[in-house]
């Protein structure tokens, strides 16, 4: 990819430095942009920092500890009448250490939880063009008996569990789908929350009532309008698959279940990207997830255009604000969340705080991982790996990149595991092609953050809404 357009957008926008991405180079951000935070509004996603969790709990305990024994030792020095000056100095400390955690460390760790996703089938009755899973997906699905040994493993270590589940096409497994619910609704002692992420084609009446009555939420993959849809969204046999999907979309959004709209942008749709989030708006859909198919041959013309595309989601979000249809759309949405709670950055719970569990029980940190069996970190009857976990963190974080200058890093995803898999088919390197779209991500977020903040009686819509999916 060349990097004009990223050198021209740096140059335009902001004070910017050529930086060196192996063999490639992109132009990084060197002075802060201006943001336009609301800091008094905190978004608390139901997540947990580890670290920030333990150093916590580690300063709270040494400040009860230093008061427990202060009082123990006056009582003792009243009792023996000895004189001595009390150890008043270790409160004081550990208060301030637990003070300063308490501020400046993550405090969503008071949400801990499980994130698991379920991998209930590996089969599809659809060809994508652009499935992660390429087109000789293995005819696999799930047993009950991996899912409850697994769910029952994090029963014991937490009490709110999320549920995820995926495939393949998930409902094509149905029957386990029903079976894992009412298994985990028996669990007394545990709470849960699931979703699922379907191609919208096997949803009837029945799933959508089970849905409703266990407040699962529903992603459905449909990409807009039906021209854009069927040109990557194929059935095994090459037909349309856009009347089927639509038919399942309307179905949970006329049942008003909490649902979302997940279209794939690609080389071949971007020029339509505005029109089909507004089809899709139009439908009902109130969140909106546009991923990005990095694996697509992305060059400068489609880039640009890409940013064009932008440009108009960007009225398109103002617009449905204005007329009090306030709306999600990922990944502005996440962005802004960044700028308003400094207290985040993009990747700080990737590969960390989620666990996939394969079809066969093989487990993995991320759904782009699952079937690649190096970064796999442990399997369902031995458990998770917690070393090979860490490890492939550590792989990521240690490897220099040169974002490390960049001024807007804490906002941008080239930390992501998955990202970085997808463009370089390894964890350690980041790619002019991330540099770009997160560019024009965060660009767009910081602009209609600043319009939204003008007319500040749509920051409550925005922002005082829960926001983990
Ligand atoms: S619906 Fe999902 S799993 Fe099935 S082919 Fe398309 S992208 Fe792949
Ligand atoms: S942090 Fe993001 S925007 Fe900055 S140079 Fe790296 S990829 Fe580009």
């Known amino acids: ?53 333990i150093g916590l709990v580690v300063s709270f305990a040494t400040f009860i500890g230093s008061i427990i024994y202060c009082l123990i030792d006056t009582i003792i020095c009243k009792v023996k ?11 004081i400390i550990s208060f301030i250490l637990f003070i300063i955690f308490l501020l400046f460390g993550n405090i969503r ?54 549920i995820g589940f995926f495939g393949g096409e998930p ?54 309008k039906k021209e854009s849809h069927d040109k990557n969204r194929v059935a095994v046999n090459g037909e349309s698959t856009f009347d089927k999907t639509l ?38 859909f109130k969140e909106i997830t546009c991923n990005f198919n990095y694996c697509d041959n992305w060059d400068d013309e489609s880039i640009s255009v890409l940013r064009n595309q932008y440009e108009i989601l960007k009225v ?18 996440t962005k802004m969340q960044f700028m308003i709670n400094k207290n985040v950055s993009c990747v700080s ?10 079809s066969d029980g093989t487990l993995y940190p991320c759904i782009q991982f699952v079937g690649k069996r190096e970064y796999q970190i442990g399997n369902v009857h031995d458990g998770e790996d917690r070393q090979r976990r860490i490890e492939l963190i550590k792989i990521r974080n240690c490897s220099k990149t040169p974002c490390e200058e960049c001024s807007i890093n804490r906002l941008c995803a080239y930390g992501c595991g998955c990202i970085r898999f997808l463009t370089t088919g390894g964890i350690t390197e980041v790619t002019p092609l991330v540099c770009e779209t997160e560019k024009i991500y965060i660009d767009t977020a910081n602009s209609l953050l600043g319009q939204i903040n003008k007319e500040s009686e749509f920051v409550k819509y925005l922002w005082l809404r829960g926001n983990k999916w």
């Open 109 to 162: 760790f008071l949400w801990w939880f499980m994130d698991i996703v379920l991998y209930l089938t590996n089969k599809c009755n659809m060809n994508c063009s652009y499935c992660y899973q390429g087109n000789n997906k293995k005819d696999r699905i799930m047993s009950f008996e991996i899912a409850k040994e697994y769910i029952d493993k994090i029963c014991e270590q937490s009490k709110h569990n999320m």
């Open 349 to 358: 719970n990737c590969n960390r705080d989620r666990t996939c569990i394969d």
């Open 316 to 333: 398109t979000y103002f617009n449905e604000l204005k007329k009090n249809n306030p709306i999600k759309i990922y990944p502005i949405d």
């Open 1 to 53: 990819m060349k990097i004009e357009p990223v050198k021209e957008y740096a140059m335009n926008n902001f004070e910017s430095k050529l930086l060196s991405f192996g063999e490639s180079k992109a132009y990084a951000i060197t002075k802060p942009v201006i943001l336009k935070p609301q800091n008094d509004i905190v978004i608390a996603t139901p997540s947990y920092s580890f670290y920030s969790a």
């Open 247 to 284: 038919e399942g979309s309307k179905k949970c959004l006329k049942a008003k279940l909490n649902c979302m709209a997940l279209p794939v942008v690609c080389t071949n749709n971007i020029e339509e990207l505005s029109e089909n989030v507004k089809y899709l708006i139009d439908l009902g």
């Open 81 to 91: 009448k000895i004189e001595r000056k009390k150890p008043i100095i270790v409160v």
């Open 171 to 224: 409902l094509l497994n149905k029957k386990l789908l029903y079976e894992i619910v009412n298994y985990c609704n028996g669990k007394t002692n545990n709470s849960f929350s699931y979703s699922i992420t379907t191609n919208g084609t096997l949803i009837d009446d029945e799933f959508v009532s089970f849905c409703k009555k266990n407040n699962i939420k529903v992603g459905v993959s449909i990409d807009g």
